[in-house]
């Protein structure tokens, strides 16, 4: 079975600093693609980022990257330069071959606020 | 503009009254899917669709029923609604289910019911 573990529910950062969103994941599958989401207090869900499997480099997205340890099971999502506006829930998911990648299976999300 | 709508964005309804929540997207995606979201759960995938007339349950389906007529509507059915149905539902769609490919996620819709 599949599983997204995001063990911090809230983190603080000060405007200008970076900071560091963990997620863990569980699949015996060696074929997944990994995604993170952002959630603004308005409610929709933004696509931020996503990490393949096999991909060999991190990724990147302007100032997002994502850290991806395969042997770990982590794909933890790195914002630089936080600025007001990335306050939001963030949320990391998965999807794995075991399920013809018909499923995304989310975790319960990071709460993320940034102070001026 | 390329979107997934949903209608209502706000609705609340008493127990056991049928209610459908509808879904499309302009994009001509071929998957399709909804989502419920609850406080300290995450988003729990409901139902999803491959393609026109092939539908799937997710991890959470019971009290619900979905249809997929047309490549570009995807509506949530809930034949008799109740209290533990109260939630924010997401309907999303992708080109493909691959392995790569995003979910572009609708505004949501809050049901409550009472």
Redesign the interface.
């Known amino acids: 079975a599949q599983k997204i573990t995001q063990t911090q529910p809230g983190m603080f950062v000060q405007e200008k600093e970076a900071v560091t969103l963990d997620c863990t994941y569980d699949t015996s599958d060696p074929s997944y693609g990994l995604f993170w989401y952002k959630q603004p207090s308005s409610g929709e869900m933004i696509f931020l980022i996503y990490q393949g499997s096999y991909d060999q480099q991190n990724a990147t997205e302007g100032r997002y990257s994502l850290n991806f340890q395969k042997a770990r099971k982590s794909a933890n999502l790195v914002i630089s330069a936080s600025q007001l506006g990335d306050s939001a829930m963030y949320f990391c998911a998965m999807r794995a071959m075991n399920t013809g990648f018909q499923k995304l299976v989310f975790g319960t999300g990071t709460r993320l606020l940034v102070s001026p | 503009e390329a979107q997934v709508t949903q209608n209502p964005r706000y609705l609340i309804t008493v127990t056991g009254k049928k209610l459908t929540v509808t879904c499309s997207q302009n994009m001509n995606h071929e998957?399709m899917?909804w989502?419920r979201q609850d406080p300290?759960?995450?988003?729990?995938?409901i139902y999803?669709s491959?393609n026109v007339e092939v539908t799937?349950k997710?991890?959470v389906p019971e009290g619900y029923k979905v249809s997929r007529k047309e490549k570009r509507n995807f509506p949530l059915i809930l034949e008799s609604p109740s209290p533990n149905q109260t939630s924010?539902y997401?309907c999303?769609s992708s080109l493909y289910?691959?392995?790569?490919?995003?979910?572009?996620?609708g505004?949501?819709t809050r049901l409550t019911v009472t």
């Open positions: 998957y899917s989502y300290g759960l995450g988003l729990r995938q999803y491959m799937d997710g991890d924010l997401f999303a289910s691959g392995q790569g490919h995003e979910q572009y996620f505004p949501g």
